[in-house]
């Protein structure tokens, strides 16, 4: 609604916009960075989800009209704006414990202690990257701010990277940017958290874990590239807490998962990367954002028909308001992740299972009833949905959904087998898996090639 009324102002149509009250402070950063600090919004009292009818009407009445009446007839105020310090300015100098006072009582920090970005460690990072430091990467909402390199390599050496981590950094920057991930949507109130992914040779040559632990902290680069995401988040794209980062219960930021490719090799199947159409062998980030997660234990069996009802009822469980993202909200956007330990994906391949089976077998029994799927998107989450026949007539969802009038006919909670994720790492001897519940267009899966500087070898020797 922010961006509609944006539009409107700039053309010179007066707008107001309903915020709900848990909303207001969002709105106002977020009118910031469209370049309107003072874009008319129009009050509306609690949340409307849990309000009748007569205390809806009596709040619309006695006070959110009103504020429509004076925002479309009165000019908006003037607005005072403040400078952010130019990308090369020394904001301060002082002892380390001042130093992280500062960061903290200015929000440029997650609330831990940071490694201060002085202007000799931000080129020690810059040598690793043949771009030049003020190119931007990125314009990022919802601050609308630009993403450089060289505040890629500040808010890296915050994070408490090395410098040899910062062709990585740049090319999640470049990821965090594209439209299809929709970075403006990082605070919504589900709280979904991203996960980074990496893949190629160079996951190995910087000692990323892909092993026992992976997606717990204790690997400096999995943990610090990870906590570089959540720094960028705040620092680049500008959310803040209560503020426009409006999470009901927040995920922490995720340790990166580096994919198991030898295993990967071994039994044939191709890399999450090589899954989003980047060319094998070639390095890669990939992102999306996750609601939730949940471990998979002791899968057992020998063969794929013995663990594959398993592992897919425990997707099914995950998914269950995310199903607005299939038809709703954004339809055929929702992108559910199963990682299988290595063991499990070798049980699987050693028994003819290929990375397509296993997502045919999760697109054919990840399933429930009709009725379930329409009370989800039309009586639980308030979606004004109630019919997946009418969907489909639409030509907004397959087929598949409106096989017959059956209200107990089994339908499938993605669009085709390709949009489940399927990965491999973890304890190469355990039999557990684990499985994340997608945020839809809220966080959409996207995957960018690492781009290495000129003579890369030599520089990582050196680093060492």
Same mark, same amino acid.
């Given at each position: 609604?922010?961006?509609?009324?944006?539009?409107?102002?700039?053309?010179?149509?007066?707008?107001?916009?309903?915020?709900?009250? /848990?909303?207001?402070?969002?709105?106002?950063?977020?009118?910031?960075?469209? !370049?309107?600090?003072?874009?008319?919004?129009?009050?509306? %009292?609690? @949340?409307? /989800?849990?309000?009748?009818?007569?205390?809806?009407?009596?709040?619309? @009445?006695?006070?959110?009209?009103?504020?429509?009446?004076?925002?479309? $007839?009165?000019?908006?105020?003037?607005?005072?704006?403040?400078?952010?310090?130019?990308?090369?300015?020394?904001?301060?100098?002082? $002892?380390?414990?001042?130093?992280?006072?500062?960061?903290?009582?200015?929000?440029?920090?997650? /609330?831990?202690?940071?490694?201060?970005?002085?202007?000799?460690?931000?080129?020690?990072?810059?040598?690793?990257?043949?771009? &030049? %430091?003020?190119?931007?990467?990125?314009?990022?909402?919802?601050?609308?701010?630009?993403?450089?390199?060289?505040?890629?390599?500040?808010?890296?050496?915050?994070? !408490?990277?090395?410098?040899?981590?910062?062709?990585?950094?740049?090319?999640?920057?470049?990821?965090?940017?594209?439209?299809?991930?929709?970075?403006?949507?990082?605070?919504?109130?589900?709280?979904?958290?991203?996960?980074?992914?990496?893949?190629?040779?160079?996951?190995?040559?910087?000692?990323?874990?892909?092993?026992?632990?992976?997606?717990?902290?204790?690997?400096?680069?999995? $943990?610090?590239?990870?906590?570089?995401?959540?720094?960028?988040?705040?620092?680049?794209?500008?959310?803040?807490?209560?503020?426009?980062?409006?999470?009901?219960?927040?995920?922490?930021?995720?340790?990166?998962?580096?994919?198991?490719?030898?295993?990967?090799?071994?039994?044939?199947?191709?890399?999450?990367?090589? &899954?989003?159409?980047?060319?094998?062998?070639?390095?890669?980030?990939?992102?999306?954002?996750?609601?939730?997660?949940?471990?998979?234990?002791?899968?057992?069996?020998?063969?794929?028909?013995?663990?594959?009802?398993?592992?897919?009822?425990?997707?099914?469980?995950?998914?269950?308001?995310?199903?607005?993202?299939?038809?709703?909200?954004?339809?055929?956007?929702?992108? %559910?992740?199963?990682?299988?330990?290595?063991?499990?994906?070798?049980?699987?391949?050693?028994?003819?299972?290929?990375?397509?089976?296993?997502?045919?077998?999760?697109?054919?029994?990840?399933?429930?009833?009709?009725?379930?799927?329409?009370?989800?998107?039309?009586?639980?989450?308030?979606?004004?949905?109630?019919?997946?026949?009418?969907?489909?007539?639409?030509?907004?969802?397959?087929?598949?959904?409106?096989?017959?009038?059956?209200?107990?006919?089994?339908? %499938?909670?993605?669009?085709?087998?390709?949009?489940?994720?399927?990965?491999?790492?973890? &304890?190469?001897?355990?039999?557990?898996?684990?499985?994340?519940?997608?945020?839809?267009?809220? /966080?959409? $899966?996207?995957?960018?090639?690492?781009?290495?500087?000129?003579?890369?070898?030599?520089?990582?020797?050196?680093?060492?």
């Amino acid at each position: 609604m922010l961006r509609a009324s944006a539009a409107a102002e700039k053309a010179g149509v007066p707008s107001s916009s309903l915020v709900c009250e /848990g909303f207001i402070g969002q709105a106002g950063t977020t009118s910031v960075g469209l !370049g309107l600090p003072n874009l008319p919004v129009a009050l509306v %009292p609690g @949340h409307v /989800g849990t309000q009748s009818d007569a205390e809806l009407s009596e709040n619309i @009445h006695g006070v959110t009209l009103d504020d429509v009446v004076n925002n479309l $007839t009165e000019a908006p105020g003037d607005v005072e704006t403040v400078e952010d310090p130019a990308p090369r300015d020394i904001v301060f100098s002082g $002892t380390i414990d001042e130093i992280n006072r500062l960061f903290i009582e200015n929000e440029w920090s997650d /609330g831990l202690p940071i490694i201060p970005p002085t202007a000799e460690r931000v080129e020690a990072f810059l040598e690793f990257t043949d771009r &030049d %430091p003020d190119e931007v990467l990125a314009v990022l909402l919802p601050d609308s701010r630009a993403a450089t390199v060289w505040s890629v390599a500040v808010n890296g050496v915050m994070a !408490g990277c090395r410098p040899e981590y910062m062709p990585v950094l740049v090319a999640l920057i470049e990821a965090m940017g594209d439209p299809n991930y929709g970075v403006e949507h990082s605070g919504n109130t589900p709280g979904g958290e991203t996960l980074i992914t990496i893949n190629g040779p160079l996951a190995a040559q910087l000692r990323f874990n892909d092993e026992q632990g992976v997606l717990r902290d204790g690997f400096q680069p999995n $943990t610090s590239v990870g906590r570089f995401w959540r720094l960028a988040l705040r620092n680049l794209a500008g959310f803040l807490l209560h503020k426009n980062d409006k999470c009901t219960f927040g995920n922490t930021w995720r340790v990166v998962m580096a994919e198991n490719e030898a295993v990967l090799e071994e039994i044939g199947w191709n890399t999450t990367a090589e &899954d989003l159409g980047i060319p094998k062998g070639k390095s890669a980030v990939s992102i999306a954002r996750y609601t939730g997660s949940d471990l998979i234990a002791s899968a057992t069996g020998n063969t794929g028909e013995k663990m594959m009802p398993y592992l897919a009822d425990a997707v099914l469980k995950q998914n269950t308001w995310q199903l607005v993202f299939t038809i709703g909200t954004s339809p055929g956007t929702l992108r %559910p992740l199963l990682v299988l330990s290595p063991i499990l994906a070798q049980t699987l391949a050693k028994d003819g299972w290929s990375k397509q089976d296993v997502k045919q077998y999760l697109y054919d029994h990840c399933r429930m009833p009709a009725a379930a799927f329409e009370r989800y998107l039309g009586e639980w989450t308030d979606h004004p949905i109630n019919n997946l026949r009418n969907e489909v007539g639409l030509n907004r969802a397959p087929k598949v959904f409106a096989e017959n009038e059956d209200p107990d006919r089994m339908v %499938p909670i993605v669009f085709s087998p390709n949009d489940f994720m399927v990965a491999v790492s973890g &304890d190469p001897l355990r039999t557990n898996a684990i499985t994340f519940a997608h945020n839809g267009i809220l /966080g959409y $899966t996207v995957a960018r090639e690492i781009e290495l500087p000129k003579d890369w070898d030599a520089k990582l020797r050196a680093a060492r």
